[in-house]
């Protein structure tokens, strides 16, 4: 028989009235046949009808049905099942199917309830209940989100409550416009698409989706929009040392883009976009702005705080862990911006096949999502979804808090019954049944008034915390108005003893650092002072004047150059400088001309650094670029290759020569 069956006739389907004014007009006098047919109604459903009305009280038509009868709970037990289930799962502890298989089953043996022999085999309920339970109560199996336990109990009423209070302490005395009310936030991009749905073949096993590469780069867009729906131009922040102007090549009109090593947002990037947030709103301290942002550190810093002071920002945050509740911009924004970043991304990667997505194509991809997903409908719904504006604290009902009740209210279901006693909880289901009471094993007890029925809350307790949170020395962080005195005070003083504590971290770390490097200095003396053999002995000269470190780094006396000296000579790039050893051909004004050597990497029969000429490597340079005027080299000698090898008789360690 199939799971849902569908009726092949209409009998049985006549309404209750159209029946009973048949079954009076034959009790009238006419027959059953005659009424039968005048009124379209089979004569044996009219018959079946008369002679039930004359023993009992009928309350519809057709046979009953027998599903009623082979049911294993009753209605009322279903229900109470149906809406613990529904609890857990608002708490955000929901239980699985198995699980919920074996809670009937222990609730059915808990209370004496016949179950079917399938059902204490296997340990747990049948399928075929598990289904229809589900439909029977508008019920099914969902895949959950996987939500942190701080998000989870830091949602409360408690400090949602500070929040609107603080909200409604400045609207109260700033008396916003919507136009000034904004929220400011920070979403990531990456150089990889997540890829969506396609269409393939049916009951193919692997189906798979280009995207740009496996290791994503990550651009840090900063948004910003107010209650009227109106949208700031973003703010890019890329992970480069240097900006450059073309990073932000086919962004949004107005975009501004910076840099850091990370690409992550800092306080010093914050500044900026609050001087580019001041330059788009024209706010100043006779038109001031709400700005409501998280409580990220970048946010919170004294630079930020002044230039709010002296713009007119009024700076409010939301409580940690609350962003997905009150924050407009993750409630109702971020998520189609990101479907719309993904959709040009993929789309990018379609047009140019074979390419790699690049940090330079960010900006055109955000363009394209940016003006789909920041929509005045979008904006508004979340300040309104958020309870913002229009000014709402009752915008959250009750079932929204339910996952931080395990940790923020007691539990009176579980509440000892004497001084002492503690409650026995079930942790876990046990998949045998426990042996019913003998006092009342003779009656089943699926009646929910019957006094010793058992509830599924009884056997599986809705959750509390029984150990209270352990306690830190790490300050608590809340909902705050940063602007106002008293908190920028308490700032500057968190300043200042961050500020202390980091410079005596680096007076201890150059204290050791000093002391190890004057221990590899002593070390590094005693190494050298040793003999050593070599296999072509090089006579030296007397080099204390070079190997002295005090003048190491000394004002060059390059006055006397002529033709023939050897120079060591400093190129600069964008990052670092370098240092090379030339030969002297020639001068022309401040000019000179030298041919360069390169140092041998590896190792060589002695221990000081080895150069050869470089073929066809000669340069010109200004004379004030010469850093030092090296003594005639010697030759390493004993072969015809060893012959172009040269080795000064001096100290070019602090040097760093390539």
């Given at each position: 028989m199939p799971r849902t069956y569908r009726r092949k006739t209409s009998w049985g389907s006549t309404p209750l009235e159209e029946i009973e004014r048949a079954a009076s007009e034959v009790k009238g006098g006419k027959s059953i046949r005659s009424v039968a047919k005048e009124r379209q109604i089979d004569r044996s459903t009219v018959r079946r009808y008369i002679k039930k009305r004359d023993t009992q009280e009928v309350k519809s038509v057709g046979y009953s049905g027998t599903a009623s009868a082979k049911r294993v709970f009753s209605e009322e037990v279903e229900k109470e099942l149906a809406e613990h289930i529904k609890k857990l799962a608002e708490q955000f502890h929901g239980i699985s199917p198995k699980k919920?298989?074996?809670?009937?089953?222990?609730l059915a043996g808990r209370n004496n309830i016949p179950t079917p022999s399938n059902w204490t085999e296997k340990g747990l309920a049948g399928k075929e209940w598990f289904k229809n339970f589900l439909a029977r109560h508008h019920l099914s199996c969902r895949m959950p989100e996987a939500t942190s336990l701080g998000r989870a109990t830091a949602f409360n009423k408690t400090t949602v409550g500070e929040f609107f209070d603080n909200l409604a302490k400045v609207i109260d005395r700033?008396?916003?416009?919507?136009?000034?009310?904004?929220?400011?936030?920070?979403?990531?991009?990456?150089?990889?698409?997540?890829?969506?749905?396609?269409?393939?073949?049916?009951?193919k096993k692997q189906v798979g989706s280009i995207t740009s590469a496996e290791?994503?780069?990550?651009?840090?867009?900063?948004?910003a929009v107010n209650a009227t729906g109106n949208a700031?131009?973003?703010m890019f922040i890329?992970?480069?040392?240097?900006?450059?102007?073309?990073?932000?090549a086919g962004a949004p009109p107005g975009s501004i883009?910076?840099?850091?090593?990370?690409?992550?947002?800092?306080e010093d990037v914050f500044v900026v976009f609050l001087e580019h947030l001041v330059q788009q709103t024209k706010c100043s301290p006779d038109l001031p702005l709400l700005l409501i942002m998280d409580n990220h550190e970048a946010h919170i810093s004294l630079k930020a705080l002044d230039i709010a002071k002296t713009s007119g920002i009024v700076m409010l945050t939301i409580p940690p862990h609350t962003s997905h509740r009150l924050q407009p911009l993750d409630k109702c924004v971020y998520g189609p911006f990101k479907t719309y970043y993904n959709r040009a991304l993929d789309g990018w990667m379609r047009s140019n096949p074979g390419k790699t997505a690049s940090i330079y194509q960010i900006a055109g991809c955000v363009n394209d999502a940016f003006m789909s997903a920041m929509t005045p409908r979008n904006i508004s719904s979340g300040f309104r979804a958020t309870g913002i504006f229009p000014y709402n604290r009752d915008i959250f009902s009750d079932a929204e808090f339910e996952p931080s009740m395990v940790s923020d209210r007691p539990n009176l279901e579980q509440q000892p019954a004497a001084e002492g006693v503690a409650p026995v909880v079930s942790a876990s289901l046990s998949a045998e049944l426990p042996s019913p009471d003998p006092v009342h094993a003779c009656g089943s007890r699926s009646d929910p008034n019957h006094a010793r029925y058992v509830s599924p809350t009884d056997i599986l307790p809705l959750l509390k915390s029984q150990q209270p949170r352990k306690q830190t020395n790490r300050k608590r962080v809340k909902t705050r108005?940063?602007?106002d005195t008293p908190e920028k005070q308490a700032i500057e003083r968190h300043h200042e003893e961050r500020t202390n504590k980091l410079k005596g971290k680096k007076e201890i770390i150059h204290k050791k650092q000093g002391m190890w490097k004057r221990k590899q200095t002593q070390t590094k003396i005693a190494v050298e002072s040793s003999s050593e053999e070599s296999d072509v002995p090089i006579p030296f000269e007397d080099t204390s004047e070079y190997e002295s470190s005090s003048d190491e780094r000394s004002e060059p006396d390059v006055s006397d150059l002529v033709v023939g000296d050897f120079v060591i000579v400093r190129f600069a790039s964008k990052s670092r400088s370098h240092h090379y050893i030339g030969l002297v051909d020639s001068f022309a004004d401040n000019e000179v001309s030298a041919r360069f050597l390169r140092r041998i990497r590896g190792i060589t029969s002695s221990k000081k650094p080895t150069f050869v000429f470089k073929e066809n490597d000669e340069a010109s340079f200004p004379r004030k670029d010469v850093l030092k005027k090296l003594p005639q080299p010697q030759q390493a000698g004993g072969t015809a290759r060893r012959e172009q090898q040269f080795i000064f008789p001096c100290n070019l360690d602090h040097w760093n020569i390539e």
């Amino acid at each position: 028989m199939p799971r849902t069956y569908r009726r092949k006739t209409s009998w049985g389907s006549t309404p209750l009235e159209e029946i009973e004014r048949a079954a009076s007009e034959v009790k009238g006098g006419k027959s059953i046949r005659s009424v039968a047919k005048e009124r379209q109604i089979d004569r044996s459903t009219v018959r079946r009808y008369i002679k039930k009305r004359d023993t009992q009280e009928v309350k519809s038509v057709g046979y009953s049905g027998t599903a009623s009868a082979k049911r294993v709970f009753s209605e009322e037990v279903e229900k109470e099942l149906a809406e613990h289930i529904k609890k857990l799962a608002e708490q955000f502890h929901g239980i699985s199917p198995k699980k919920c298989r074996e809670l009937a089953l222990e609730l059915a043996g808990r209370n004496n309830i016949p179950t079917p022999s399938n059902w204490t085999e296997k340990g747990l309920a049948g399928k075929e209940w598990f289904k229809n339970f589900l439909a029977r109560h508008h019920l099914s199996c969902r895949m959950p989100e996987a939500t942190s336990l701080g998000r989870a109990t830091a949602f409360n009423k408690t400090t949602v409550g500070e929040f609107f209070d603080n909200l409604a302490k400045v609207i109260d005395r700033y008396k916003f416009p919507p136009n000034m009310i904004f929220n400011v936030d920070e979403t990531g991009v990456t150089t990889v698409q997540t890829p969506k749905q396609v269409v393939a073949e049916k009951g193919k096993k692997q189906v798979g989706s280009i995207t740009s590469a496996e290791r994503v780069e990550l651009v840090t867009v900063v948004c910003a929009v107010n209650a009227t729906g109106n949208a700031v131009p973003p703010m890019f922040i890329f992970p480069r040392v240097r900006y450059k102007d073309h990073f932000i090549a086919g962004a949004p009109p107005g975009s501004i883009g910076t840099t850091t090593r990370s690409g992550w947002i800092s306080e010093d990037v914050f500044v900026v976009f609050l001087e580019h947030l001041v330059q788009q709103t024209k706010c100043s301290p006779d038109l001031p702005l709400l700005l409501i942002m998280d409580n990220h550190e970048a946010h919170i810093s004294l630079k930020a705080l002044d230039i709010a002071k002296t713009s007119g920002i009024v700076m409010l945050t939301i409580p940690p862990h609350t962003s997905h509740r009150l924050q407009p911009l993750d409630k109702c924004v971020y998520g189609p911006f990101k479907t719309y970043y993904n959709r040009a991304l993929d789309g990018w990667m379609r047009s140019n096949p074979g390419k790699t997505a690049s940090i330079y194509q960010i900006a055109g991809c955000v363009n394209d999502a940016f003006m789909s997903a920041m929509t005045p409908r979008n904006i508004s719904s979340g300040f309104r979804a958020t309870g913002i504006f229009p000014y709402n604290r009752d915008i959250f009902s009750d079932a929204e808090f339910e996952p931080s009740m395990v940790s923020d209210r007691p539990n009176l279901e579980q509440q000892p019954a004497a001084e002492g006693v503690a409650p026995v909880v079930s942790a876990s289901l046990s998949a045998e049944l426990p042996s019913p009471d003998p006092v009342h094993a003779c009656g089943s007890r699926s009646d929910p008034n019957h006094a010793r029925y058992v509830s599924p809350t009884d056997i599986l307790p809705l959750l509390k915390s029984q150990q209270p949170r352990k306690q830190t020395n790490r300050k608590r962080v809340k909902t705050r108005i940063l602007t106002d005195t008293p908190e920028k005070q308490a700032i500057e003083r968190h300043h200042e003893e961050r500020t202390n504590k980091l410079k005596g971290k680096k007076e201890i770390i150059h204290k050791k650092q000093g002391m190890w490097k004057r221990k590899q200095t002593q070390t590094k003396i005693a190494v050298e002072s040793s003999s050593e053999e070599s296999d072509v002995p090089i006579p030296f000269e007397d080099t204390s004047e070079y190997e002295s470190s005090s003048d190491e780094r000394s004002e060059p006396d390059v006055s006397d150059l002529v033709v023939g000296d050897f120079v060591i000579v400093r190129f600069a790039s964008k990052s670092r400088s370098h240092h090379y050893i030339g030969l002297v051909d020639s001068f022309a004004d401040n000019e000179v001309s030298a041919r360069f050597l390169r140092r041998i990497r590896g190792i060589t029969s002695s221990k000081k650094p080895t150069f050869v000429f470089k073929e066809n490597d000669e340069a010109s340079f200004p004379r004030k670029d010469v850093l030092k005027k090296l003594p005639q080299p010697q030759q390493a000698g004993g072969t015809a290759r060893r012959e172009q090898q040269f080795i000064f008789p001096c100290n070019l360690d602090h040097w760093n020569i390539e």
